[in-house]
């Protein structure tokens, strides 16, 4: 039976209408002819998880724990298990995620396909980093076990689902004494300050993140909390709940302006009294604020909403990234969702993944074209002129040739494709004719 | 019997809703698993699954719509060493009902695999609870069983059969106060089974449903819904009137 089936991405902008697998279980070989995508929990925000009129394999029912070793700490999975459904089985037996994004609710597959990061990039590097060993089923029929040094992996690693279904996954967990963090949230005001603190911080702070205020102006403009922690060694190890909340429909779409965000981020940036405040934090409020609530994208409404991820380059300074806030504090369209953060040196092992050490940024933008794309095309120059770049599994505009020129493997990427895999990420990326 | 683990054999340990069930077992106990299905290499990824969660499982491979198959042996054996807690019966499929209708021979399969396995297992797991004098025999069953609708009443009718046959059940042991048994009425699921249809509310995640049937084969109500609100919807299905009921697509 194949029936076909809507699907969206996080940011809800163009949906896709694909042919669907669900498989059960592992998969000996992919029935048609394709082209395929595999489509774990649509996390992605722009379209690096879609693709229209193909075939798209849901991964979320191959959610199965192949062998876990207590004593190390190592993990063999499915490719559908999602990073929750992990911490609630791991997280009582005294191990976490080696490194995590800001929401559980992604499958094993997307995070090694999207070479995810987390706020201890700068020592742990990226998820791709703590993989020890994957299987990848191609759409030729075979398969492939592969490990660190294997060129195909690097592919795999950030490789946005287009060498092959990864159907199982090795990863590297590590200890924590309790579930919970020592937390200490600081005011600054300004990148210069952020640059400080964050500086200060890398050593003996093993998880570090920042939120913006990316719609004020004047003196407040750059103000922020910088928000680092530790695992602490006070405290139960007590797993995260399942949501409770979900949004109930489609927000319209003047819920969220320019006055009901600033009011929102005045109120964020006035939660403590005093330069700092310190806290003892569960590991869900602190690494999933937003997986309490299902669905939060719908505050968006129809339209949908784009988030602009670019980093920028240590060697370029801090320059470009005050450009990119001054920019974007002046065209009033930013959302209250904005992070930044500094990307360690730690080599991304991907050939397609996105972290590189430097400034990163990550903001929504609910999705109010042409004003939103014009804007995109500046903050785009300024990325350009130094030499930083944009992460695909984010991205829904991005231009062709910025891709191919800022990704410098992407020419190797190539020789590892699965030809029967595409998206319609990629298909924007390589068509001949690209509207800029 | 305290320190015991408990004994369970599973039929159909494959199905969604089954693993999630055993997943919510294997948190809360220390559990010896026996699981039983038809394709060795999912069974084997299932216990594996299992077994990194602390439970103790062995696997057997069995055809239930073979009446020539050792199931009833090993249970029976297994029965006189270490009485059984749980036999759990969960297999089941969902057919395309417009083209089973016209195809006599799937038709009669899924009557099959949906009512006659299960009953036949039913019946022989009934005679070794009695004989041990202890345990709970669980069955799935389905909202669907309720009243025959038009859009899937070749599965529905089958899942009404297993849930009268089971009634009749217990009634004839309402004298064995140690045996307990329960028919779950999973409401509609998101599992492997369902992934083609349309999700609306009404849908509930398969580690929901799970977790509510370990609940249920604890407390071992003679008829469990999964989730508890779908009894409140099947009774106002079934008091519609015809009249009104065939002026829907339900």
């Known amino acids: 039976m194949t029936a076909t089936k809507t699907f969206h991405s996080w940011g809800k902008l163009r949906p896709a209408t694909a042919k669907l697998l669900a498989p059960a279980w592992i998969p000996n070989d992919l029935p048609g002819t394709g082209p395929f995508l595999a489509y774990g929990l649509g996390r992605s925000y722009g379209d690096s998880c879609l693709l229209d009129g193909g075939t798209m394999i849901e991964t979320r029912f191959l959610d199965r724990i192949q062998h876990f070793d207590p004593q190390t700490?190592?993990?063999?999975?499915?490719?559908?298990?999602?990073?929750?459904?992990?911490?609630?089985?791991?997280?009582?037996?005294?191990?976490?995620?080696?490194?995590?994004?800001?929401?559980?609710?992604?499958?094993?597959?997307?995070?090694?396909?999207?070479?995810?990061h987390g706020k201890n990039h700068h020592s742990a590097g990226c998820f791709g980093n703590h993989v020890r060993m994957l299987d990848l089923l191609r759409s030729d029929g075979s398969r492939h076990t592969l490990r660190p040094g294997d060129p195909m992996l690097a592919a795999t690693i950030g490789g946005l689902g287009l060498t092959g279904l990864i159907t199982s996954a090795e990863i590297q967990l590590v200890p924590i004494r309790s579930a919970h963090l020592d937390v200490e949230l600081t005011r600054f005001c300004g990148l210069d300050e952020f640059m400080e603190i964050s500086a200060s911080s890398s050593e003996t702070w093993e998880h570090t993140v920042a939120w913006i205020d990316c719609v004020a102006s004047g003196n407040s403009l750059g103000r922020g909390i910088f928000i680092r922690g530790k695992w602490s060694d006070r405290g139960d190890l007590s797993t995260h709940r399942t949501a409770r909340l979900t949004a109930p429909f489609e927000m319209p779409g003047f819920t969220l302006n320019r006055f009901t965000v600033q009011a929102f981020n005045t109120l964020y940036y006035r939660r403590f009294l005093g330069k700092t405040k310190t806290l003892h934090q569960h590991y869900a409020p602190f690494f999933y604020p937003l997986d309490g609530v299902n669905e939060w994208n719908r505050i968006y409404g129809k339209p949908g909403f784009y988030q602009y991820q670019c980093v920028t380059p240590t060697a370029a300074g801090t320059e470009p990234m005050k450009q990119i806030l001054t920019k974007i504090a002046a065209s009033g369209q930013a959302s209250f969702l904005a992070v930044l953060k500094t990307f360690g040196d730690v080599p991304s092992p991907g050939m397609l993944s996105f972290p590189q050490p430097g400034i990163t940024l990550a903001l929504d933008f609910p999705q109010r074209d042409p004003a939103t794309r014009d804007l995109f095309l500046q903050l785009d120059e300024i990325v350009r002129a130094c030499h930083g770049r944009l992460y695909p599994a984010k991205d829904a505009r991005m231009n062709a040739r910025d891709f191919s020129q800022t990704y410098p493997q992407l020419e190797s990427f190539k020789s590892f494709l699965d030809t029967k895999f595409s998206s319609d990420f990629w298909k924007r990326m390589t068509s001949a004719t690209t509207p800029s | 019997m305290s320190t015991r683990p408990y004994h369970a054999a599973i039929f159909g340990a494959t199905s969604a809703i089954c693993i999630e069930t055993l997943r919510a077992m294997a948190r809360e106990k220390t559990t010896k698993l026996l699981l039983i299905g038809r394709h060795p290499g999912r069974l084997e990824s299932v216990a594996n699954d299992l077994r990194s969660r602390g439970a103790?499982?062995?696997?057997?491979?069995?055809?239930?719509?073979?009446?020539?198959?050792?199931?009833?042996?090993?249970?029976?054996?297994?029965?006189?060493?270490?009485?059984?807690?749980?036999?759990?019966?969960?297999?089941?499929?969902?057919?395309?009902?417009?083209?089973t209708l016209r195809d006599p021979e799937s038709l009669a399969a899924e009557l099959h695999i949906n009512f006659t396995s299960p009953a036949v297992i039913a019946a022989a797991c009934a005679q070794i609870l009695v004989k041990q004098n202890h345990g709970t025999l669980a069955v799935f069953g389905s909202v669907?069983?309720?009243?025959?609708?038009?859009?899937?009443?070749?599965?529905?009718?089958?899942?009404?059969?297993?849930?009268?046959?089971?009634?009749?059940?217990?009634?004839?042991?309402?004298?064995?106060?140690?045996?307990?048994?329960?028919?779950?009425?999973?409401?509609?699921?998101?599992?492997?089974?369902?992934?083609?249809?349309?999700?609306?509310?009404?849908?509930?995640?398969?580690?929901?449903?799970?977790?509510?049937?370990?609940?249920?084969?604890?407390?071992?109500?003679?008829?469990a819904y999964l989730p508890g609100w779908w009894k409140f919807i099947m009774t106002l299905i079934r008091i519609l009137p015809s009249s009104l009921l065939h002026r829907t697509k339900l």
């Open chain 2, 144 to 223: 669907a069983g309720d009243r025959g609708r038009g859009s899937n009443f070749i599965y529905g009718s089958a899942k009404a059969g297993i849930d009268t046959f089971l009634a009749g059940m217990r009634h004839q042991f309402s004298q064995h106060r140690k045996i307990k048994i329960v028919t779950l009425k999973p409401g509609m699921t998101d599992t492997p089974m369902t992934s083609h249809l349309p999700k609306g509310p009404l849908f509930s995640s398969a580690e929901a449903v799970g977790t509510q049937s370990w609940r249920a084969i604890q407390s071992a109500p003679p008829v």
């Open chain 2, 56 to 99: 103790e499982c062995t696997t057997l491979v069995a055809d239930f719509l073979d009446p020539k198959t050792n199931w009833l042996q090993i249970l029976t054996d297994n029965a006189q060493s270490d009485p059984w807690d749980l036999l759990l019966i969960a297999h089941g499929s969902l057919p395309d009902q417009d083209t």
């Open chain 1, 73 to 116: 700490g190592i993990l063999r999975a499915e490719s559908g298990i999602t990073l929750a459904a992990i911490l609630r089985f791991c997280v009582p037996k005294g191990w976490f995620l080696p490194t995590t994004p800001g929401t559980s609710q992604i499958t094993l597959g997307g995070a090694i396909a999207n070479d995810v």
